[in-house]
């Protein structure tokens, strides 16, 4: 693994079933994010997790939840899926998370499609 | 809250300039970020301010001034390859990433 890492790529879902997004990163960072990108709406902030052990909400968490076990791994789970999260979901992470500056590394995203 | 604007969309020549605005009004400020995304890529890194003045990098530059909640990202000898979304973030004070929804710029021959 080099970088960060998303799975799947893309996935079709019917409404109602349960699905969980992978990310998984091996830089070390302790700060990992999840978006969802809409056209026209830009990237929006779903979770965050500032060091393992804890998450928090963003702009949009509402239907998604989050944990955060271990250092390299942050999984997004939707539960029961409605057609509005139809999206691409970004995964990124840094090495900050309370003060210090630093970029966010981007995963390939994951293409979802909610019928 | 947050509020970024930037251009929807801009077209350029090959060779030529062109200069990507972003206003922001937020809770807050840590410093503004310029990413760029190729369709149906990831995001990645072009620049970070958080000081006024003029950043340079190579043939990209990014200008932030404070005072006026205003920046942008300098694109000289644009090249083809140039052709993608930047997108304009703030780093408010709750040290979280809001992005506006970004500048789709078409680069022509």
């Known amino acids: 693994i080099a970088g960060i890492t998303q799975a799947p790529t893309s996935q079709i879902l019917a409404a109602g079933r349960r699905m969980t997004l992978r990310c998984t990163q091996d830089?070390?960072?302790?700060?990992m994010y999840w978006y969802r990108q809409d056209l026209g709406l830009g990237l929006r902030l779903i979770h965050y997790s500032n060091t393992a052990g804890t998450t928090g909400k963003g702009e949009v968490p509402d239907g998604y939840s989050v944990s955060r076990a271990n250092t390299d791994d942050f999984p997004l789970t939707l539960a029961s899926a409605v057609p509005s999260q139809t999206s691409v979901y970004f995964c990124?992470?840094?090495?900050?998370?309370?003060?210090?500056?630093?970029?966010?590394?981007f995963g390939p995203g994951t293409r979802l499609t909610v019928l | 809250g947050q509020n970024i604007d930037q251009p929807t969309e801009m077209t350029a020549t090959e060779g030529a300039i062109v200069q990507i605005n972003c206003t922001y009004q937020t809770s807050g400020f840590n410093g503004l970020f310029w990413y760029q995304q190729h369709a149906g890529e990831a995001p990645t890194f072009l620049s970070y301010?958080?000081?006024?003045g003029l950043e340079e990098k190579g043939r990209f530059s990014s200008f932030l001034s404070r005072s006026k909640g205003y920046s942008y990202l300098l694109l000289k000898e644009l090249q083809m390859k140039d052709s993608a979304s930047y997108l304009c973030?703030?780093?408010?004070?709750?040290?979280?990433?809001?992005f506006g929804a970004g500048t789709t710029v078409t680069v022509r021959a």
């Open positions: 301010n958080v000081l006024d």
């Open positions: 973030a703030v780093w408010g004070n709750d040290y979280k990433l809001s």
């Open positions: 990124a992470s840094s090495d900050s998370g309370g003060g210090s500056y630093n970029e966010q590394f």
């Open positions: 830089m070390r960072h302790n700060a």
